[in-house]
């Protein structure tokens, strides 16, 4: 008499354990697949960003020998270039605009004190009065 032993015993229901092995190995190729396009993905990002990084530092560079050149800090040539960059080549000086209509006109330092003088005498000194709007 023959006994069958259970481990032994063939197993009849391949197809779903086939099944299961196909979609797992369908899902671990899709995973690879995702994972290499994100590794190229970050490839990339980290070579633009080491490229900026590289080009962040030379202007660093640049502006600190820059800065060395006209004996002040990094800050102060940053504040120097942003002064310039913002201030217009040909704007009114209105010092000097008034320095030279005065010169124009021939008055004299004499004559702007006897006009402050002139301004003086006649200047109210008592406070203003407060406004009333009744």
């Given at each position: 008499m023959l006994r069958t032993n259970?481990?032994?015993?063939?197993?009849?229901?391949?197809?779903?354990?086939?099944?299961?092995?196909?979609?797992?190995?369908?899902a671990v190729v899709v995973m690879t697949l995702f994972n290499l396009s994100q590794v190229v993905l970050l490839s990339r990002r980290h070579s633009e960003l080491s490229g900026r990084a590289e080009a962040a530092e030379s202007r660093t560079r640049d502006l600190k020998v820059r800065a060395a050149q006209h004996n002040r800090s990094?800050?102060?040539?940053?504040r120097a270039i942003l002064e310039a960059a913002v201030r217009p080549e040909g704007r009114l000086l209105l010092g000097t605009a008034l320095s030279d209509a005065s010169r124009k006109m021939g008055l004299t330092n004499a004559d702007v004190e006897a006009l402050e003088q002139a301004l003086e005498q006649v200047r109210d000194r008592?406070?203003?009065q407060p406004m009333t709007f009744e």
């Open positions: 259970l481990s032994t015993r063939p197993f009849y229901n391949e197809r779903p354990v086939h099944v299961f092995i196909g979609v797992v190995a369908a990094a800050e102060a040539e940053m008592r406070p203003a």
